[in-house]
């Protein structure tokens, strides 16, 4: 949304009218899942001790993410390292992801998660995956956790 100059909002979209190419996001990265791992390093940065094994992560939380926007709705994704996934149908998607879609037109704020109602959604939903499975095709390659350490990497 875009607000004036005393801060309140105009209603108008910044995007709206414009034509806008998908963008994609990715965040990952083992601080991104085990909060208690992350901890650990830290502490272990302060005191100046040696940091835990990267082997003492926690890799079944869903705290890996990718997002697609595409000028109205942003889609994401959020897996575990352990599961990485290019789901193509609608229960794939919900069965091994944690999925959020916003329709930043009409909710700027992201308050209503379209997902929640898959069946009303299933089109868009659909449409953003295979946006999102082919961007992440094209900018990243294969998604499937090879960037990570060799001693965490999926088998």
């Given at each position: 949304?875009?607000r004036?100059?005393?801060?309140h909002?105009?209603?108008?979209?910044?995007?709206?009218g414009?034509?806008?190419?998908?963008?994609?996001?990715?965040?990952?990265?083992?601080?991104?899942?085990?909060?208690?791992?992350?901890?650990?390093?830290?502490?272990?940065?302060?005191?100046?001790?040696?940091?835990?094994?990267?082997?003492?992560?926690?890799?079944?939380?869903?705290?890996?993410l990718?997002?697609?926007f595409?000028?109205?709705?942003?889609?994401?994704?959020?897996?575990?390292?352990?599961?990485?996934?290019?789901?193509?149908?609608?229960?794939e998607?919900?069965?091994?992801?944690?999925?959020?879609?916003?329709?930043?037109?009409?909710?700027?704020?992201e308050?209503?998660?379209l997902?929640?109602?898959p069946?009303?959604?299933r089109?868009?939903?659909?449409?953003?995956?295979?946006?999102?499975?082919?961007l992440?095709?094209k900018?990243?390659?294969?998604?499937?956790?090879?960037?990570?350490?060799?001693?965490?990497?999926p088998?």
């Amino acid at each position: 949304m875009t607000r004036d100059s005393k801060g309140h909002n105009t209603g108008a979209q910044p995007w709206s009218g414009l034509s806008w190419p998908s963008v994609l996001f990715n965040y990952v990265g083992v601080s991104t899942v085990d909060s208690d791992y992350l901890t650990k390093v830290m502490s272990s940065l302060a005191v100046h001790q040696p940091q835990p094994p990267v082997t003492q992560v926690k890799l079944d939380k869903r705290g890996f993410l990718s997002f697609v926007f595409d000028g109205r709705y942003k889609f994401a994704r959020y897996y575990a390292p352990s599961a990485f996934n290019t789901p193509q149908t609608l229960e794939e998607i919900l069965r091994n992801n944690d999925v959020q879609l916003f329709d930043l037109e009409s909710d700027p704020e992201e308050m209503h998660n379209l997902v929640l109602q898959p069946e009303k959604n299933r089109a868009t939903i659909l449409r953003m995956n295979q946006l999102l499975n082919d961007l992440m095709a094209k900018e990243v390659g294969v998604n499937d956790g090879r960037f990570l350490p060799q001693d965490i990497r999926p088998k």
